[in-house]
């Protein structure tokens, strides 16, 4: 096993470093260049010109792809125009707050598609069943972008103004301005209330699939003997389905996880956006819309290691959960 | 294996609830590393020192929302956007001078200035009881380093046309003594704007970087030491803004502000803006757009505030282009559109519809201008003239070659005004045989394509300026410019060129006024622009934070004045 | 149970029709003027409903919008496109139903093909039925909008007096910020959405499917190195790739139809390869390979067709999915430029006022709902009748 995910990892470094060879060129040759964004009336084309030699932009592309190549390797991701700062410092900024809202997301995502993927398994071809799969189908082809924009007009601004409610959620951020002087009780409490709507968002457009998979898993499993065996012993239905058929219909749905990540990094871009969440998404938006090309690749480069990744955590947990699977 | 399963589930979720409070960035930049311990301390003695006065005003937090960051922070030499410079203006830093309402100017961190005979020699007396928040005194060295690092052309400053006519580096500076500085320029019109807009960087923490890495340097964003009447806390990224209110500001200035701390939001979504300061998680919602007024105006605990600002939206034409050369073809374009019901429609009335650069509350403004009218037929006749006739019967003018009337109006990608007023046009001009075709275009790549003097590539473009209370246009429309970056017109009037020399040059505002009138004049003949408005500017606050005041010299012009009800704290 | 009618045993389709055929085909007579009339009077509800609803719809929109018609048909070739499908629609609907009644229905019955299981079982599944249906009328309307839509959608109304316009009988779902009918824009911006959803997936399925199949029975260098490239592409969040790409160039409903088939395309080779490497090694292929044939017609004429029905269900998610995707690039103003409609333009646009002009954005976010989850019923449906595992 660890030879396969050692192999798999020296596998990944070619792949890695085309997709940032792409990525270098086609930031690069893209028309517009940072400095048109910082010139003003009275600026003049020698100003400018300036300014490109201040960022080394004078230099041809290819060059410029061989030094970042090269700095690259060294762990150097050079230096963000519109930040100010190192790359790497301003990636750092962002990217734990994406794995928080990710992570959320997904750990909500996963409970709600097994749970009511087990319903409908247990109530196959019930209207239930069927009423189910299209309310998730229906959270699952919404854009995402509206989906948050609703949830931010129900739960933050109706609940508090209109309805009254006790509890609503705040509709950006990711914690409170006097975050810093709540008691630390109170600060888990601050950050579980600004997380709940973006993970939300997020994990009602995942659920759909989880649910899909989940209830086929199921239903493969309450065939399957030993389900039967359990039947056949006159044990309760509540228990054989919680008890011998859940857990063993658990294991195939564990490998979703590699897969979904891409697609979490995807939607965070727009929940990001919505809900002010300072993480990569919103920073690679507004990276590309400011011409920062050291922090456009940098964060692509970051993106695509974290979905080879996930791919590799995929596979390896098809091997672990699987006994029928085994990699040289 | 189903424990582990299980366990990662439970894992992510306690993740989600319980990671631990992630407390102010350390940074491993050493120029922060030394310069925070230092800021700490200093605030720490001047809050023993100065202990806040016995007043209900003092003390509580304002959180304003705005959808962009400040891109540039108190970055000085390499700012040019509206955020950075106001919070380097009022907040973080101080300027030599600043303009009361009837923009006048003022002493501020300068407490007196005095002009030569001849003009050529301006010289600053500096308080002496300012102080950068880490301690150190701000003086004249000071001042001295600021100017010859804005004036260095290696530095790229992005307003260089500030110092046209002054002695640029360090021949243009000297300093007198501690606190006295002096600059050389030549004599021009409102000398002493750059003054209320440039603020002045601590040299004892700056005078080592060269001016080419200036703007890449942690100062701006990271760990900015100002003396303004805020000292920076902290910033997270595309998040927020932390100021405290320095306790050391000087009692002359009116001393430390009520408020305890000033927080800036960056909330990118307007609908999430509206919402925040609906359910008074913001307290100041920095711009909303005049769609989102009505809501505001319904709610009773939000104050809806409007003025008049300096920036004006126009369509540029691109006088170069055969279609467009001639200003009969220009001003019909204007005539045929229907400006006020723009401003009606599009701004639901806030804004005043524009005729020339001039903006009205300025004193250079000509109150008795007619400007260009609605006028469809008028502007039909003027095609006419011109030789625009439709004459293959397909509704669009061709001229005597037999080429269509088409004139393509681009605007940049994400903002919804310009693509509005691109639309109306294409629709209202369509009324009198004349195409107009919009087109989207990246904001990048649409500045590259209408600044590069041998590119060109647009025949109308919607755009928009922020003028200073310095007008000078000479940039846009001098002959003599033509092949810089912001000529998009291509205006070659030798009546405008006259005009643009005297003004720039007036510094009596009673000699130049009727100088200006002419300018305005000449400038709706040639109509290089179609001007569309100055557009009002609408803030919203929460009415429990008092005394704001926001008009055309910016919104944070009183901000260590403001302080909140003391009841909703 | 409508649909599932037409799934009778073949005894009873020989019962109703074969015995007494004369009198069908006399029927046929009788019919021939009322598509659907046949199999109705056998009893084949919802095949012959269908056909009826079909014919009456597009007549009735002929009769009623005659004059659009007659104006159409000189006019841009968007609205001939509209006319012609107009009259080919009733046509079809006639012609079928007749061609239908006379074709004896036991013969397509008796060699029961995988399609005609496949069929069979997808005709069961009502919610997926349901969806196809939706997306039938959906495309029904695209095709005929600029014959119905009641105004032309970049129709600017009077700015001051006609902006903001709620729900009312002059514009049933209101009008937007110039004054422009919602109900129209969201016709035409069926068609935009629509054939953005169907390009870009027919560019992605047809590279995807050649790549696929190209390198799943050439293996070697070939293989490696298209698999590569796919694991590239697909390793990168696609959204992150299309938003540099149509930021970085102008958008232009070209540009972001094409990034978005080829960005697309990995995923369909992925299926396809995976599907090939297991054909090659069955017999038919093994002895197309015996008989000498050459490798293009063993690709195009053994393995492809028979890898095509997870690439299907594959392509009928993923117009779904493309639908919602430019909906998304729209929200990052990088969608398709106004004033052309798309729905996620109008999405995008009715947010800036999302608390006061509710309409603006509210149909044409439902429009997508609904669109993509059809897509997605019919796939779904379309995935468990074509898999042999889970027929039941």
């Given amino acids: ?328 | 294996m189903k424990k582990l399963f299980a366990f990662g589930l439970v894992g992510l979720a306690a993740a989600c609830g319980g990671d631990e409070a992630g407390g102010p960035v350390s940074f491993s930049d050493p120029f922060c590393d030394d310069v925070i311990p230092r800021v700490q301390t200093w605030v720490a003695e001047q809050r023993e020192a100065n202990p806040v006065p016995d007043d209900p005003r003092y003390g509580g937090t304002a959180v304003l929302g705005s959808i962009g960051e400040i891109a540039q922070g108190l970055n000085v030499a390499s700012s040019s956007d509206y955020s950075s410079v106001q919070h380097q203006m009022f907040v973080g830093l101080m300027t030599l001078i600043d303009y009361d309402e009837d923009i006048q100017p003022r002493p501020y961190l300068a407490e007196s200035w005095e002009v030569s005979e001849d003009g050529t020699e301006l010289t600053f007396r500096l308080r002496d009881d300012v102080y950068w928040h880490d301690g150190e005194r701000t003086d004249a060295e000071d001042v001295a380093f600021t100017y010859r690092m804005v004036t260095n052309p290696e530095t790229a400053f992005p307003n260089a046309a500030f110092w046209d006519y002054y002695v640029r580096g360090p021949e243009g500076v000297e300093v007198l003594d501690e606190f006295t500085v002096r600059v050389h320029l030549q004599p021009h019109s409102e000398f002493l704007n750059a003054w209320s807009t440039v603020a002045i960087l601590p040299e004892h923490l700056l005078g080592d970087v060269a001016p080419t890495e200036i703007a890449q340097h942690p100062y701006g964003t990271v760990c900015p030491v100002g003396n303004g009447p805020f000292v920076f806390a902290s910033h997270a990224p595309q998040d927020r803004w932390v100021f405290e209110a320095n306790p050391g500001f000087p009692e002359g200035l009116g001393g430390r502000p009520f408020l305890d701390r000033y927080i800036y939001r960056v909330i990118p979504e307007p609908t999430t803006l509206l919402t925040e300061l609906l359910t008074e998680n913001i307290d100041v919602y920095l711009a909303p757009s005049p769609d989102q007024a009505a809501r505001i105006l319904d709610a009773e605990h939000l104050e809806l505030h409007s003025f008049l600002f300096r920036n004006y939206v126009m369509v540029a034409w691109n006088g170069r282009r055969p279609q467009l050369a001639d200003a009969r073809v220009r001003r019909a374009l204007t005539m045929g559109t229907n400006r006020q019901e723009i401003v009606e429609a599009i701004l639901q009335g806030y804004g005043s519809v524009a005729h020339t650069s001039v903006p009205p509350f300025h004193w250079a403004f000509d109150p008795d201008i007619d400007g260009l009218q609605h006028d469809p037929e008028g502007a039909a006749a003027l095609l006419e003239q011109a030789g625009w006739v439709d004459r293959d019967g397909d509704g669009v003018r061709e001229n005597a070659v037999g080429d269509r009337l088409s004139i393509s109006v681009k605007y940049n990608q994400g903002n919804q005004i310009r693509q509005d007023i691109a639309e109306i046009m294409q629709a209202q001009l369509a009324g009198i045989g004349v195409e107009i075709q919009p087109q989207v275009v990246e904001w990048g790549t649409l500045l590259q394509q209408i600044n590069t003097p041998d590119l060109r590539d647009f025949d109308g473009v919607v755009m928009g300026w922020v003028t200073e209370f310095r007008l000078d246009d000479t940039d846009l429309f001098h002959s003599g410019r033509i092949d810089e970056p912001y000529a998009w017109a291509g205006t070659e009037n030798p009546e405008l060129d006259r005009l643009l020399d005297r003004l720039a040059v007036e510094t009596d505002r009673d000699v130049a006024a009727p100088l200006w009138e002419e300018y305005q004049e000449a400038l709706i003949e040639e109509q290089p622009y179609t001007f569309f408005y100055f557009s009002e500017r609408l803030d919203a606050w929460n009415r429990r934070v008092h005394d704001v005041v926001m008009d055309q010299r910016g919104e944070w012009v009183n901000v260590r004045e403001w302080y909140i009800d003391p009841g909703s704290r | ?392």
């Avoid at chain 1, 410092?89 to 709600?112: G, K």
């Fill in chain 3, 1 to 392: 149970m409508a649909a599932g009618a037409e799934s009778l045993s073949p005894a009873t389709g020989v019962d109703a029709s074969a015995g007494p055929r004369r009198r069908v085909v006399g029927g046929r007579g009788l019919s021939a003027a009322l598509p659907g009339a046949p199999q109705l009077l056998a009893g084949r509800w919802g095949s012959g409903g269908a056909a009826l609803l079909v014919w009456i719809g597009f007549l009735w929109v002929l009769v009623t919008r005659w004059d659009g018609v007659r104006d159409g048909w000189g006019g841009a070739w968007d609205e001939r496109l509209a006319v012609a499908s107009l009259i080919l629609g009733v046509a079809a609907a006639w012609a079928w139903s007749w061609r239908d009644a006379v074709r004896p229905f036991h013969s397509r019955s008796v060699a029961v093909s995988q399609w005609d299981l496949a069929v069979r079982a997808f005709s069961r599944n009502r919610t997926a039925v349901a969806g196809l249906i939706v997306v039938g009328a959906l495309y029904a309307v695209a095709l005929i909008t600029p014959v119905v839509a009641p105004f032309d959608p970049n129709l600017q109304g009077d700015l001051l007096t006609e902006r903001y316009v709620g729900p009312s009988l002059m514009h049933p779902l209101g009008t937007d910020q110039f004054a422009r009918d919602v109900l129209s824009r969201l016709m035409y911006g069926a068609r935009i959405s629509l054939s953005i959803g169907f390009v870009a997936v027919a560019i992605s399925v047809t590279i995807g499917t050649l790549l696929g199949a190209v390198a799943g029975y050439l293996g070697g260098v070939v293989d490696t190195l298209v698999m590569r490239f796919v694991d590239m592409v697909i390793s990168f969040p696609r959204l992150v790739l299309l938003i540099t790409i149509i930021a970085l160039f102008e958008p232009s409903i070209f540009l972001i139809t094409a990034v978005l088939g080829l960005t697309l395309w990995p995923s369909t080779a992925r299926i396809v390869r995976g599907e090939v490497l297991s054909l090659r090694e069955r017999e038919f292929v093994q002895a197309a390979v015996a008989l000498g044939y050459s490798k293009p017609r063993i690709i195009f004429k053994h393995l492809i067709p028979n890898a095509l029905a997870p690439v299907i269900v594959a392509a009928t998610l993923g117009i779904g999915n493309t639908i919602v995707l430019e909906a998304g690039l729209s929200f990052l103003g990088l969608g398709v430029q106004p004033p052309t409609p798309s729905w996620g333009t109008m999405v995008d646009a009715g947010r800036q006022n999302l608390l006061d002009a509710w309409w603006l954005s509210t149909f044409p976010g439902l429009a997508i709902v609904f669109t993509v989850l059809s897509f997605n019923l019919v796939g779904d449906g379309l995935r468990d009748a074509l898999d042999p595992r889970l027929r039941s």
């Fill in chain 1, 1 to 328: 096993m660890t030879r396969y995910v050692l192999r798999r990892l020296l596998g990944a470094v070619p792949l890695v470093l085309g997709i940032a060879t792409i990525i270098f060129f086609v930031v690069n040759l893209a028309p517009g260049d940072p400095t048109v964004y910082m010139m003003t009336p009275g600026m003049s084309s020698e100003v400018v010109e300036q300014l490109r030699v201040n960022y080394g932009l004078d230099q041809p592309v290819h060059v410029r792809y061989v030094k970042w190549v090269a700095a690259m390797l060294t762990g150097d991701f050079g230096y963000s125009f519109s930040y100010s700062r190192p790359v790497l410092d301003v990636l750092l900024d962002f990217l734990p707050n994406t794995l928080i809202l990710s992570a959320c997301a997904l750990a909500l995502a996963f409970l709600v598609g097994i749970v009511l993927g087990t319903i409908q398994a247990v109530k196959q071809y019930s209207g239930l069943d069927s009423t189910l799969s299209v309310v998730l189908l229906f959270f699952y082809s919404m854009p995402s972008f509206w989906l948050a924009l609703m949830l931010i007009l129900m739960f933050s601004l109706m609940a508090r103004n209109v309805w009254g409610w006790p509890i609503y959620f705040p509709a950006s951020g990711i914690t409170s301005t006097d975050y810093d002087f709540l008691s630390s009780g109170a600060q888990i409490v601050d950050r579980g209330r600004h997380l709940f709507l973006p993970a939300m968002s997020l994990a009602l457009v995942l659920a759909a699939g989880i649910a899909r998979y989940m209830r086929g898993s199921m239903l493969e499993v309450i065939r399957q003997d030993f389900v039967r065996t359990a039947r056949a012993k006159g044990l309760p239905e509540r228990s054989v389905v919680f008890k011998h058929a859940l857990r063993n219909a658990l294991i195939p749905v564990i490998t979703l996880v590699g897969l979904y990540i891409p697609v979490l990094f995807s939607g965070t871009v727009f929940i990001e956006l919505i809900f002010a969440w300072p993480g990569m998404g919103r920073a690679i938006v507004e990276a590309i819309t400011q011409r920062d090309y050291p922090l456009v690749m940098a964060a692509s480069f970051f993106f695509a290691i974290m979905v080879v990744l996930a791919n590799l955590l995929a596979d390896v947990l098809y091997a672990v959960v699987d006994p029928r699977i085994r990699y040289e």
